[in-house]
């Protein structure tokens, strides 16, 4: 798959505030969960069948990867960006901006 | 009890997505619905169906994912239409059509044990406000039905709108009024002129009487006056209120034995209900009716749907049951049938 180009389908909205969330910090599951809501103003709310859905298929195409925490007082696994993951992220920002700028220019009012 | 379902839920997912994710599912859940439970009841609620239909969606999905047999290339989303829109996902295959038929069973069979789980838990009170919550505001104003039974109402408490009974239960949103031929209420018969009787399902909410004249107003006395409408409503109370000042005095109880006598059409000995103001009824139908007015249900000792030659006999004494503040007489609160509240 070709990073950032043509062929890389738009992100959906679940991912892209996964990927968002983890490119701030790597996080655990029920941090992941939380961000998502928080960050989406409690738009999206994920359930845990659907946040691990979307972790395994990230974990599979190799976006994120999987590593312990070594801090915390119990195992968990915690989940960050690795670099083809944040390539793809930035490549989605990208094309977020470039579609906001031009739906800016089209659909704002125009000066009679 | 919901871990343990989740759990084995989870054994709906691959072997393999299962020993990478399962217990850490499990964890992100049980701390998710602690909070969930936290922030109250509804909350939680909405929380479990969305968590328990994700988890079959997911199931699905990953199961589809499992079998990955028609590859396509990432590129073919299919002709875009003019005005139709084009649906992208992150997935680079197409899941088999029998996966999505299994898929589709799969979640109807759990759509619908979790309606049937929703079902049980309002009809047990599971999801129930707790006590002394909007206590103000519903307590005040409302009598509970904690059951399925007979709930009598005053025949102005009724209005009619183009031929359909229209029954004002309350100023909550929720039971503003009733279509009675079509709400949780059926219409099962008019005990007489001025009071209906109604046969209500279990937990529905009706507007008390004191309530209704707050609400309309001061008591007008005729045929507002729930008061005046109960005692003439029912055949016992018109005979043992011989004075018809509204209450059952001493001396009125001391003779109930005489006046429910005359009430004997047939000098059976005994009263049926048809004889005690219903109308004639099936025989569970005649022992639910008796059991409902606390006057009837005292007089019937035996609860058999009748009130025999003795207990005809023994009517003193039972009627001095109903005198919970022990003044020797029997008023209005006292011979309120008992629908949860108290009515002021």
Redesign the interface.
């Given at each position: 798959?070709k990073i950032g180009s043509s062929?890389?389908?738009?992100?959906?909205e679940p991912?892209l505030l996964i990927l968002l969330s983890l490119a701030e910090q790597p996080r655990h599951?029920?941090s992941i969960?939380k961000d998502v809501e928080e960050m989406s103003d409690g738009r999206v709310?994920?359930?845990?069948?659907?946040?691990?859905?979307?972790?395994?298929?990230l974990l599979d195409d190799r976006w994120i990867e999987r590593f312990e925490e070594q801090d915390a007082s119990r195992d968990?696994?915690a989940y960050r960006l690795t670099p083809k993951g944040k390539a793809i992220l930035q490549a989605e920002v990208v094309r977020l901006r470039h579609l906001t700028r031009l739906a800016s220019l089209r659909a704002s009012p125009k000066e009679a | 009890m919901l871990i343990r379902l989740y759990r084995l839920l989870l054994r709906l997912f691959p072997a393999s997505?299962r020993s990478?994710?399962s217990q850490?599912?499990a964890?992100?859940?049980q701390?998710?619905l602690a909070d969930a439970w936290s922030r109250g009841v509804l909350r939680a609620t909405a929380f479990c169906i969305?968590?328990f239909?994700?988890?079959?969606?997911?199931?699905v999905?990953?199961q589809a994912?499992r079998s990955q047999v028609q590859e396509q290339p990432?590129?073919s989303?299919g002709p875009a239409f003019d005005a139709v829109p084009t649906f992208?996902?992150?997935?680079?295959y197409a899941p088999r059509r029998s996966a999505l038929f299994q898929g589709g069973i799969l979640s109807l069979a759990f759509f619908g044990a979790v309606t049937a789980a929703f079902e049980y838990g309002v009809n047990h009170r599971i999801f129930r406000m707790p006590p002394g919550a909007a206590r103000d505001t519903a307590q005040s104003q409302f009598i509970e039905t904690g059951e399925t039974g007979f709930v009598a109402f005053g025949k102005s408490m009724a209005s009619s709108s183009d031929g359909a009974l229209m029954l004002v239960l309350g100023t909550h949103p929720a039971v503003a009024a009733i279509d009675v031929k079509l709400g949780a209420v059926s219409l099962r018969h008019a005990w007489s002129n001025l009071v209906w009787v109604l046969r209500v399902h279990p937990n529905l909410r009706l507007l008390a009487p004191g309530a209704f004249q707050r609400q309309t107003g001061p008591s007008t006395g005729n045929p507002g006056d729930f008061e005046a409408v109960y005692f003439r409503a029912s055949p016992v109370l018109v005979a043992l209120d011989a004075d018809r000042d509204q209450l059952i005095s001493a001396g009125e109880i001391a003779n109930a034995p005489v006046v429910l006598k005359s009430l004997d059409k047939n000098h059976d000995g005994k009263l049926t209900a048809e004889e005690c103001g219903g109308p004639a009824l099936p025989y569970d139908d005649s022992r639910a009716f008796m059991r409902f007015h606390p006057v009837l249900a005292a007089l019937d000792a035996d609860h058999d749907g009748e009130i025999s030659a003795s207990e005809t006999e023994n009517a003193p004494a039972a009627l001095r049951t109903l005198d919970r503040n022990h003044d020797g007489k029997l008023t209005l609160n006292e011979l309120l049938p008992k629908l949860g509240i108290p009515v002021q």
């Open positions: 798959m062929s890389t389908p738009p992100l959906s991912v599951g029920y969960l709310v994920l359930s845990t069948g659907t946040l691990y859905g979307a972790l395994g298929r968990r696994q | 997505y990478t994710f850490e599912m964890n992100v859940f701390l998710a969305r968590e239909s994700g988890l079959a969606l997911g199931a999905r990953a994912r990432a590129t989303f992208y996902t992150c997935e680079d």
